[in-house]
């Protein structure tokens, strides 16, 4: 399979060599694709307004709030998805660093690049997921050992090539290609391209010093319950945060 959509160069994995995309996938990412740069346009349009405007804030609060609103939804994404509280200074710092990541997401995925769709799987999800499963265990917690192995098992979305011939090339699940809506295919795109642009981790550091690489999947990402250091730098926190931003933006239904 050797094929170009929206200026994206698909081909299928190498572990599946006579993969073939039927028209209803085609279409459905086609539009994911176009989803992915809506995405993070938006995110870029918004940041670039909520920083303009706490310049002003910090001049004229009631000029600021008159002229560019509250912009609760950017607010919304960073302190959800980013862990941010935007009354420390330390925090509002890293809005700079945030913006500047989805711009460089927003250049790589603008143009042609390479995506690679397969039923995959990630050694480093498996590696990850093996480890968590058994300290768990040893901690006498059976149900989180299970969520481990589940995320081995149905967990991986994509993940960007680090070796080989095919350095930085993006791969995508076609399991989220047939099951997924086309705004949670675009979420993968974005996340994959964060690692590939922004040089984003999958960050799996708790503020306690011990490590979780899955737990996020199930929802401690949200305003960082389980405690992530350095959710700036990370994939799912761009990925989740600029779709949340960009369904807020054109008023989307919650299964987009």
Not at 210 to 216: E, M, P
Not at 221 to 239: F, H, I, P, Q, T
Request: with cysteine; aromatic share 8%; hydrophobic share 35%.
């Amino acid at each position: 399979m050797d094929m170009t959509i929206e200026k994206v160069h698909v081909t299928n994995w190498s572990g599946d060599p006579f993969l073939k995309l039927g028209s209803t996938s085609k279409a459905k990412l086609a539009t994911a694709i176009r989803y992915s740069r809506q995405i993070v346009d938006d995110a870029c349009q918004l940041l670039a307004q909520y920083e303009h405007a706490q310049i002003v804030a910090s001049v004229d609060k009631q000029m600021a709030k008159d002229y560019f609103g509250s912009h609760s939804v950017v607010k919304e994404a960073l302190e959800k998805y980013f862990g941010l509280d935007l009354k420390k200074p330390t925090d509002k710092a890293k809005v700079a660093t945030i913006r500047l990541k989805f711009g460089q997401i927003r250049t790589g995925i603008a143009g042609p690049f390479d995506l690679v769709v397969g039923y995959i799987h990630d050694r480093d999800d498996v590696k990850t997921g093996v480890k968590d499963a058994l300290s768990a265990l040893r901690h006498g917690k059976g149900k989180t050992a299970w969520k481990h192995i589940k995320f081995i098992r149905e967990g991986t979305e994509g993940w960007v090539a680090s070796r080989g011939t095919h350095v930085g090339r993006i791969h995508l699940n076609m399991d989220s290609v047939e099951t997924y809506s086309e705004g949670k295919i675009a979420r993968i795109i974005v996340h994959e391209a964060s690692h590939k642009f922004a040089n984003t981790d999958d960050v799996d550091v708790l503020d306690d010093g011990t490590r979780n690489g899955s737990g996020y999947k199930w929802d401690d990402l949200k305003y960082n319950a389980k405690g992530y250091v350095g959710l700036e730098n990370n994939a799912d926190s761009y990925a989740w945060g600029g779709r949340l931003m960009w369904k807020r933006k054109r008023n989307l239904a919650s299964g987009v």
